[in-house]
């Protein structure tokens, strides 16, 4: 019973068609365009091995239900489809075949007891075609009305995807021309976009726009090879060039738009790992145009587009996280390319045989890169907003500058000014002050405070010039060294004498070692450093506090300290406090460059400063001045 239920099943498989049968196309005079892809029958020949000279005429083809989308293949299709024409019917059809990329599709048509055969596909000068077109076109003439069977073989380095349509002449030219004019278009929006982004490049100096523009360059390229355009405008007598120019775009393309990715998202920054792959994969893809130029590129097209796809997926996975965190060019990268990364993935499908080919297959890249184009434009668009703003308020900020600077340089320039015409008001004021002790010297003894107090305010006025003219000498890189013989013990002695005259409620004591009676110094820089640093010690200790300046020869040289007993400096304050202008937590009066100044002199000797102190405990103020400016002189 078994052995019965088994025959009759095996029997019913066997006798049951595994294809639908061929269905014989008859023309008539109301059509003028007919898809043939439920006509054909279709025969697998692997490895191409049957012969090119007769088509397999007595071979087992089976029917067609969809077009043919078999990937990359080595193998050779060959198509079969029959003919009639009506009574009333043209006699001209012409045979389109798409898409132009197919290297060989050699049409079989039948003539008498044989078969001439007429060669097409891309690796066919323009000159030798049938019809000059983009796509691959045969003219037909059906002279009866009796049925004509016609064979087509395919093969092709490419992806083998067809799909073929019988057209009346008038009608193909009609819809060729409205395809030209909407592919024009669209080129042209591209050849505008590679300029936009190098304008945009030149404008804001980023890579990532140079990367674009290079992406666009490719891609498009390659679309123009892939559609047909190259071979028909760019290279009409070298087919095989404008048939590698594909293969190799492709290439560059995947390079330009990982680098894209990686410029314009700052993966490195941001990805480091990621966009290490990412750079292995855009390199991999470049090595393979040696291989496109070999003829090989079936055994790598496969590979390219898996690698479009990942970079694609992954850097838009990227993106989409940066603009989840706010990176607003992030956002637009992000809606641009998953509109692209759409009909990539389309064709990438159609290629690799997962999808069939047809004209929803065809023209989705084309679709969704006008989408592309418009958003990426409006990204564009806000870009350069952005980067115009930028610039604006960076031109406002450095024209704020520069009016500050140049209010200062005159603030400067007067208070130079100032300060050089005081010198002569202050002289005339010091000879005035010895005629009058010289004058008044039987004076009443409660008449001489008041000399002191105007020779200390002259003094004050004449340190405080001293300081300025100093500074703004080392300002312009004018400050340099006139060193000479200095007696040191006698500076010491008479800042301590201008001082203690200055401030009499302080005890200001001095030290020098008896060989330092001489060094080499520049004696008008010297002295304003000192006199900083007793001037700030006057000025932060407490009434009747001792301040000693002591000079001792050290191996490294001459150590100068001034120490008071002061209320300290606080420790955050020390780091700063040998900067211009800065006057610490207790501040008091003064311009603040006193201890700056200190600081430029010292280093002009060749020496060094600092500081030793504590809140409430006083300060220590030591320079260490170089071995050669011990030299005594006897």
């Known amino acids: 019973m078994i052995k019965r239920l088994l025959t009759l099943i095996v029997g019913i498989f066997l006798c049951t068609p ?15 365009v007919h898809s043939l892809t439920i ?25 067609l239900k969809n077009n043919i989308s078999a990937g990359y293949t080595r193998d050779v299709y060959w198509l079969r489809f029959s003919l009639r024409r009506a009574a009333d019917a043209p006699t001209e059809w012409w045979l389109e075949i798409v898409p132009a990329f197919l290297d060989h599709v050699d049409l079989y048509e039948p003539a008498g007891d044989g078969y001439i055969i007429r060669r097409g596909g891309d690796r066919i000068p323009l000159g030798a075609r049938d019809v000059e077109h983009k796509n691959i076109v045969f003219r037909l003439d059906l002279a009866d009305n009796a ?26 030219f009609s819809h060729s021309n409205r395809e030209y004019w909407l592919f024009g278009a669209f080129f042209g929006a591209w050849g505008i976009m590679v300029l936009v982004n190098l304008l945009f490049f030149g404008w804001l100096r980023t890579q990532g726009y140079a990367y674009y523009c290079a ?34 775009m492709i290439c560059c393309a995947i390079f330009a738009v990982s680098w894209m990715f990686i410029a314009l998202l700052d993966l490195p920054r941001h990805y480091p790992r ?94 969704t890169t006008l989408v592309h184009l418009v958003l990426i434009n409006i990204g564009i668009a806000v870009r ?11 031109q406002e900020i450095a024209l704020q500058a520069a009016n500050e600077i140049e209010l200062a340089q005159t603030q400067q320039r007067f208070a130079a000014m100032i300060a050089h015409e005081l010198r002569n008001p202050l002289a005339t004021i010091d000879i005035c002050l010895d005629t009058l002790y010289q004058l008044h010297g039987e004076a009443p003894q409660e008449v001489f405070p008041r000399y002191h107090k105007i ?55 001095v030290y020098a070692e008896e060989r330092l009676q001489f060094i080499t110094a520049d004696p008008e820089l010297l002295r304003i450093a000192i006199d900083n640093l007793v001037d700030n010690a006057i000025k932060y200790s407490p009434v009747g506090s001792d301040i000693r300046l002591e000079a001792v020869s050290v191996e490294e040289g001459v150590l100068l300290t001034v120490t008071d007993q002061g209320r300290g400096i606080p420790a955050h304050d020390i780091p700063l406090l040998f900067e211009a202008h800065y006057r610490g937590t207790a501040q008091g009066t003064g311009a603040g460059l006193g201890l700056y100044l200190v600081r430029q002199i010292v280093e002009l000797h060749g020496g060094s400063v600092n500081v030793q102190s504590s809140s409430g405990g006083g300060s220590k103020f030591t320079l260490l001045l170089p071995a050669w400016i011990a030299s005594s002189r006897d």
């Open 18 to 32: 595994l294809c639908a049968p061929a269905v014989e196309t008859t023309l008539t005079a109301t059509t003028d």
């Open 39 to 63: 006509q054909f029958e279709a025969l697998r020949d692997m490895d191409g091995k049957l012969p090119l000279d007769h088509p397999p005429t007595d071979a087992h083809f089976e029917a």
């Open 147 to 172: 049925p004509h069977t016609y064979y087509i073989r395919v093969q092709t380095t490419s992806t083998m995807s067809l799909r073929a349509a019988l057209w009346q002449p008038e009608r193909f």
């Open 215 to 248: 992406y666009l360059f490719f891609d498009g390229l390659g679309m123009l090879s892939g559609m047909g355009f190259a071979g028909q405008y760019l290279l009409p007598n070298n087919p095989l060039l404008a048939d590698y120019l594909m293969g190799s």
């Open 274 to 367: 990621m966009t290490k792959f990412i750079k292995a994969l855009a390199v991999l893809s470049l090595a393979g145009i040696p291989v496109v130029l070999s003829g090989q590129y079936s055994l790598i097209a496969g590979t390219l587009y898996l690698f479009s796809l990942v970079i694609g997926v992954t850097s838009l996975v990227m993106a989409f996280s940066l603009a989840v965190q706010g990176n607003r060019p992030a956002r637009w990268i992000f809606y641009a390319f998953s509109a692209h990364l759409i009909g990539v993935g389309a064709i990438t499908l159609r290629n690799l045989g997962f999808l069939p080919t047809g004209i929803l297959a065809d023209y989705m890249v084309t679709a």
């Open 384 to 394: 350069f907003k952005e980067a115009v703003d930028t610039r604006q308020q960076a």
């Open 455 to 509: 020779d200390r305010a002259r003094k004050r006025i004449s340190h405080l010039i001293d300081n300025f003219l100093t500074s703004e000498r080392i300002k312009e890189g004018r400050l340099t060294l006139s060193a000479c013989g200095v007696d040191l013990r006698h500076m010491l002695t008479d800042i301590v004498d201008c001082a203690q005259g200055q401030s009499q409620r302080h005890r200001l004591r």
